[in-house]
Nanobody
């Protein structure tokens, strides 16, 4: 079973930026679609962005124009660059692949 480890979260002020990383325990990025999800307190987990094995990307309306999903197959890492962060982006962020269960996630807090 593939394990996923998310990192890069933290606390930032509104308008700030963060880059999240996802590292699978096996090199699957070139063969598996990947996604970022988030779950805010008291809310259901929601899809933020997806990237296919061929590199096609898609974003939730809330992420369009501010977030960028990417992957580096050589480094076996997937990223989520988040710019112009808003307080409503505060959540635990998770990466996901059909080949793995949910990881622990990484906390993102946007507050002044």
């Amino acid at each position: 079973q593939v394990q996923l480890v998310e990192s890069g979260g933290g606390s930032v002020q509104p308008g700030g930026s963060l880059r999240l990383s996802c590292t699978p325990s096996r090199n699957i990025l070139s063969i598996s679609p990947m996604a970022w999800y988030r779950q805010a307190p008291g809310k259901q987990r929601e899809l933020v962005a997806t990237i296919t094995s061929s590199g096609n990307t898609n974003y939730a309306d809330s992420a369009k124009g501010r977030f960028t999903i990417s992957r580096d197959n050589d480094k076996n890492k997937m990223y989520l660059q988040m710019n112009s962060l808003k307080p409503e982006d505060t959540a635990v962020y998770y990466c996901k692949t059909p080949l793995a269960n949910w990881g622990q996630g990484t906390q993102v807090t946007v507050s002044s």
